[in-house]
């Protein structure tokens, strides 16, 4: 099956610092999207990306889809304390009859102030 | 706007006992409807979704169960739950176009005993 590889699997960064974290793919998406999750809570949409090689911006975060379609990019650029929580990254393979996402592990964010 | 709300919040269960957490979708029609397990703050593994009323299809073996009664419902339900089944369980939507971001809803935290 699709498998996803998210990493790093944790940060601890500095408030003020930029991050970036990736996702690669054994299989090729058709779309990619991004969520936070804070603790507790279900994960919330961040970008979704539908086009290899496009790059969408939400506020401090760009996401980019890889132009291969196997990997995605998230960054985010200076890190305040509401960045902490944990990043997914998900990705759909369009197949017939496909409804599913394929989620990474995650990525656990900590910012220090 | 679509709002997607699960029931309960936080479960206290001792083993053996039945479960059922309901999620229920307002603001849109005919949605695809999704269950994930989330253990240990990280990972989503699907366990059922559902692209219409009555229609489940199961991801994984195990004793839980999924139904779909009406069109903006889906619960999930246990005869007799394990200490394995404890976890955070997630609710999420989606719509049946080719865009299919998945929308997920707040969560139940469930503690087997």
């Known amino acids: 099956g699709q498998q996803l590889n998210q990493s790093p699997q944790s940060m601890f960064i500095q408030e003020g610092e930029d991050v970036s974290m990736n996702c690669t793919s054994s299989?090729?998406?058709?779309?990619w999207l991004w969520y936070k999750q804070d603790p507790g809570e279900g994960p919330v949409l961040l970008i979704a990306l539908y086009k290899a090689g496009e790059l969408t911006s939400n506020g401090r975060l760009t996401a980019q889809f890889g132009i291969t379609r196997k990997d995605s990019f998230l960054n985010i650029s200076a890190s305040i304390p509401s960045d902490v929580g944990i990043y997914f990254c998900?990705?759909?393979?369009?197949?017939?009859?496909?409804?599913?996402?394929?989620f990474g592990k995650g990525t656990k964010l900590s910012v220090i102030p | 706007s679509q709002t997607i709300h699960q029931w309960p919040a936080t479960l206290v269960q001792p083993v053996g006992s039945p479960l059922s957490l309901e999620c229920t979708v307002e603001g849109t029609s005919n949605p695809n409807l999704y269950w994930y397990r989330q253990a240990a703050g990280r990972g989503l593994q699907l366990l059922f979704y559902s692209v219409g009323i009555g229609q489940i299809s199961s991801e994984v073996p195990q004793n839980l169960s999924a139904s779909r009664p009406q069109d903006r419902q889906f619960i999930l339900s246990s005869k007799k739950l394990l200490l394995s089944d404890s976890g955070f369980y997630l609710c999420?939507?989606?719509?049946?176009?080719?865009?299919?971001?998945?929308?997920f809803g707040p969560g139940t935290r469930l503690l087997v005993l």
């Open positions: 299989s090729i998406f058709n779309t």
């Open positions: 998900a990705g759909r393979y369009s197949g017939a009859g496909s409804y599913q996402l394929t």
């Open positions: 999420a939507w989606s719509g049946h176009g080719g865009r299919e971001t998945q929308y």
